[in-house]
């Protein structure tokens, strides 16, 4: 059988926000790549390059390896790897180049270069998977080790006759509960459990439960798993939880859909099968408003042990969540973060700056709407083009310059918004100074309650010294170019 040896090209420490942050999480696409070749008997070595900061040590370990085929296989459930950074691009190239003059078969799987396909071609990949990988790598690799005619295999891109050759497309993968669990016993999660631990006092696992997205929001790409939305039974998820309960002492998941919830009556077996087992865990999710109202949805989440919900709440003006084909109303977004503060789980919003056509006025709402529905946190990005969507066609010929950001944090304006980038910068910086003022001023007034030290009393006093002033230095440059708020 064939040697294989995988890898992913997404390093936290090179992605500043992230890294600060502190919650890495292990490459789970990836993991699950490792434990879908296994399962046919292939040898596989994976090497983990989510938290280290160079590439001497994996070139050394590719260099030993006595695999024939090298695979940079994304974790294609992180959407972090979806924004396609060009920090992380530059590794994959380097990595692929690197194995191939050590005369191995190159594969790469990810969004970029689903997305980019030539572009991997031209810089080290002999094949690139397009889109959902798991059949389509297994086909290729028994494909390579046979030496069998490959313009037969769906799914992947490659150079042939001197020209790109694009197989047909491979359908998505239906039966989910046929894949083999995460290779868990292949990484080493100590490392990751020491930073969340010494961060955050509590250790965090990711898995996943869905594939896809059927909604439409026209600045939203699903290179991998499309608009077609399958999931995993419950007994099958229920399994794997157990299992990280029992081998890792992990009370705490990221469940890492991109939309978690869709199916009411998944999510009421799912809690029923909690509460019967007994288990103890918390975890947090990603979701829409309007599925949150769903009848017992909320109560069943809590339920179970959901404590967090990150909605895509995007803005507070219903002008621009109509334009982006949100299908959602800023009333839902209300309605759902009451719901979710009485059940005891923590609302989040994620909130998108500079679309197209955002007056003032528009902005205006969203902070009024912050302010207003006080969430538990809050994310800020601005607008990203991503490849394959209404909105990138939109604004494709403002692209020239810039079509990528260096990582999460950029936030630099890659279309003609109404806005420059700095502006932008400047309210991204407001709001969230704003945010944590408000934050910092709760806690000093429920000290109390919540059983404040001393230390952490003088530390949230300065916080708020800080925030006060930050806030009021961002509110007076937005002045200057002319937005009040």
């Known amino acids: 059988m064939a040697k294989i040896f995988i890898t992913q090209s997404y390093k936290y420490p ?4 992230q890294w600060k942050n502190m919650q890495p999480y292990p490459p789970l696409g990836t993991l699950y790549a490792c434990s879908i070749l296994k399962s046919h008997n292939h040898e596989v070595e994976f090497f983990d390059n989510g938290l280290t900061d160079d590439l001497t040590e994996i070139k050394l370990e590719i260099q030993k390896s006595p695999s024939e085929i090298f695979l940079v296989y994304e974790d294609g459930f992180n959407y972090l790897t979806k924004m396609c950074l060009t920090d992380m691009r530059h590794i994959a190239f380097e990595l692929l180049q690197y194995a191939r003059g050590l005369g191995k078969k190159t594969i790469v ?3 970029d270069a689903s997305d980019h396909a030539e572009l991997y071609l031209q810089n080290g990949a002999d094949f690139v998977i397009d889109g959902e990988a798991d059949k389509s790598v297994v086909e290729l690799v028994r494909g390579l080790e046979m030496a069998q ?3 037969e295999i769906q799914g992947i891109i490659y150079i042939g006759n001197g020209v790109v050759q694009k197989n047909a497309k491979r359908p998505i993968l239906r039966d989910l509960d046929s894949i083999p669990m995460p290779a868990w016993d292949m990484i080493d999660l100590a490392p990751y459990k020491e930073i969340w631990l010494k961060k955050h006092g509590y250790f965090s696992l990711n898995l996943s439960t869905t594939r896809g997205c059927p909604f ?7 290179p991998i798993y499309g608009n077609r939305y399958n999931s995993r039974t419950v007994h ?5 939880i157990e299992f990280l309960i029992e081998t890792y002492d992990v009370h705490h998941f990221w469940v890492c859909d991109d939309i978690f919830g869709l199916k009411k009556s998944w999510v009421h077996e799912f809690a029923n099968e909690v509460e019967s087992k007994q288990l103890n865990f918390q975890y947090k999710i990603q979701s829409r408003a309007d599925l949150l109202l769903q009848e017992e949805n909320i109560r069943d989440l809590a339920k179970s042990g959901c404590k967090e919900v990150w909605i895509g709440a995007e803005s507070g003006s219903q002008k621009i969540l109509d334009a982006m084909d949100k299908g959602t109303t800023v009333e839902q977004i209300s309605e759902a973060t009451e719901l979710l503060k009485q059940e005891g789980i923590k609302p989040c919003f994620f909130i998108q700056l500079g679309y197209l056509g955002e007056t003032e006025q528009d902005l205006k709402s969203t902070v009024d709407m912050i302010e207003h529905l006080n969430p538990a946190d809050i994310g800020i990005s601005v607008s990203y083009p991503l490849p394959g969507t209404k909105f990138y066609e939109r604004v494709q010929n403002d692209l020239e310059n ?3 950001w260096t990582d999460s944090d950029d936030l630099d304006m890659m279309f003609e918004g109404t806005y420059k980038s700095h502006v932008y910068r400047d309210l991204h910086r407001y709001i969230h100074k704003k945010f944590r003022l ?7 007034m429920n000290r109390r309650l919540n059983n404040l030290s001393f230390k ?6 300065a916080k708020i010294s800080y925030y006060s002033i930050y806030k009021d230095y961002y509110k007076f440059k937005l002045k200057q170019c002319k937005i009040h708020l």
């Open 14 to 17: 090179l992605d500043k926000k």
């Open 109 to 111: 799987s990810s969004s």
């Open 149 to 151: 005619d490959l313009s």
């Open 216 to 222: 439409k929001c026209n600045w939203c790409a699903k």
């Open 236 to 240: 099958n998820v229920i399994e794997e």
């Open 402 to 404: 810039k079509a990528n």
């Open 438 to 444: 408000k934050k910092s001023k709760e806690l000093m």
């Open 456 to 461: 952490k009393l003088a530390l949230e006093a």
